[in-house]
């Protein structure tokens, strides 16, 4: 559940920062299977992915975690 929260919130920023799942998978450095994975809440991001998710998206971990 808590992956899935997460998913959501990412997949939220990064369509509102206007970044395709592609271009933002390349900046982060992973494939687009592993962001499209975490998107769907089917793989628990780490807490470094998280860090930098937030970086590429110019905002804090804080606005991005769903339990805020």
């Known amino acids: 559940m808590e992956a899935e929260k997460w998913g959501r919130r990412i997949r ?4 509102l ?3 395709t799942q592609e271009s933002f998978a390349k900046d982060l450095g ?5 962001l499209g994975e975490i998107e769907r809440g089917n793989r628990e ?5 998280i ?4 970086n590429a998206l110019d905002i ?3 606005e991005l975690n769903p339990n805020e």
């Open 45 to 49: 991001p780490s807490k470094q992915f």
């Open 12 to 15: 939220a920023f990064r369509k």
């Open 17 to 19: 920062k206007g970044f």
């Open 60 to 62: 804090s971990v804080d």
């Open 51 to 54: 860090e930098e998710v937030a």
């Open 30 to 34: 992973v494939s687009v299977s592993v």
